[in-house]
T-cell receptor, first 114, second 112 residues
């Protein structure tokens, strides 16, 4: 298996633009997680899906952030409009079924908002 | 609330043992994990321990859990330069849809 796939790996955009990050979980995994990593705040869980349904989105910073999982093999995290403070590395992770199952992380998307 | 604390930095010499420490506050934690993050990469699971265990050994890695003190440690024997990375402690409670709570990570620097 190729593991969790994220695209793009790097994104540089200007303040106010829309940004869409993509994730393909490991085939057969039922849980998908979006994290944000910054030096100041460490690793933060943004949202968690189970069987394509958002279970916990309490970590989503504000209405500018939205996430979807239209099917079991694809998820997006969208920021509109983007702001410089959104600059971070965004990770997607998937796990087989239960939350306590091992999470497998993608390589991350490094987002820079100018 | 849940909180996981780690020291931010550890420096050792190649061949020495490294001990990375972690404390957590959630007494209902049932699974505790150690993840490793190399530069420019995602997190990779190293090992985990159930809360009903106090020790787990896996090759050069030894995990010790003191449930009374809510203290978890990761010992790396014969540390190599390739072990240089950020190590994250994480815990999860066995309650429905609980999610992982990560510490801020300990940067391990191994010098030759």
């Amino acid at each position: 298996d190729a593991g969790v796939i994220q695209s793009p790996r790097h994104e540089v955009t200007e303040m106010g633009q829309e940004v869409t990050l993509r994730c393909k979980p490991i085939s057969g995994h039922n849980s998908l997680f979006w994290y944000r990593q910054t030096m100041m705040r460490g690793l933060e869980l943004l949202i968690y899906f189970n069987n394509n349904v958002p279970i916990d989105d309490s970590g989503m910073p504000e209405d500018r952030f939205s996430a979807k999982m239209p099917n079991a093999s694809f998820s997006t995290l969208k920021i509109q409009p983007s702001e410089p403070r959104d600059s971070a590395v965004y990770f997607c992770a998937s796990s087989p079924d239960r939350v306590m199952d091992t999470q497998y992380f993608g390589p991350g998307t490094r987002l820079t908002v100018l | 609330g849940e909180d996981v604390e780690q020291s931010l930095f550890l420096s050792v010499r190649e061949g020495d043992s490294s001990v990375i420490n972690c404390t957590y506050t959630d007494s209902s934690s049932t699974y505790l994990y150690w993840y490793k993050q190399e530069p420019g990469a995602g997190l990779q699971l190293l090992t985990y321990i159930f809360s009903n265990m106090d020790m787990k050994q896996d090759q050069r890695l030894t995990v010790l859990l003191n449930k009374k003190d809510k203290h978890l440690s990761l010992r790396i024997a014969d540390t190599q330069t390739g072990d240089s990375a950020i190590y994250f402690c994480a815990e999860i409670a066995n309650s429905g849809y609980s999610t992982l709570t990560f510490g801020k990570g300990t940067m391990l620097l191994v010098s030759p």
